[in-house]
């Protein structure tokens, strides 16, 4: 994934302290050696939480272990606005997973408020990483995009002028792919 970004790739974990960190940083150099045209930093958890608002542009791609990812993408949905807004990818072995951040939203389920963006990207990330139509992937990107400079949003973004259901927010990215 990282390839097709920026080529930065950052490893989080708590090698200092875990021996499970030792274990993963030391698979991770490993794997690296196969992509030497991607940068790979290595950074602990905690740290990584501080720079993840300070300066969220210092990263590009992030792996680490679910435990470290779960709370590391809670905390990125601030940048976002909303954790609605998130895709999240766990890629590696037979099948790559692809879903929003935020889960299932039971809570919130039948009452057409849920922002289907992060599922949306999800999509993308689907479409780039797994089946290579990167040319599709971009069109969704660019529609989600659109979508929000437009200011729709669902009501989890508090910011928007133009307030929309579940369902219509679908329908806007459908519009404007259908543009595209």
Known sequence: M???RRKK???IDKANVL???Q???KVVNRIAGDYPDVTLEHGYVDSCA???VTRPTSFDVIVTENLFGDILS???SVLTGSLGMLPSASIGGKVDLYEPVHGSAPDIAGK????PLGAIASVAMLLNHTCKLDHEAKILEDAIIRALNEG???PDLRSQPKKVSTSEMGGVIRRFVEES
């Not at 057409?112 to 922002?115: E, L, P, R």
């Open 2 to 4: 990282a390839r097709g």
């Open 9 to 11: 790739l950052s490893s």
């Open 19 to 21: 021996e499970s960190s």
């Open 23 to 25: 274990l993963w940083r």
């Open 50 to 52: 501080m720079a993840l």
């Open 74 to 76: 809670d905390e990125a």
């Open 112 to 115: 057409g408020i849920a922002n």
């Open 152 to 154: 729709f949003g669902t």
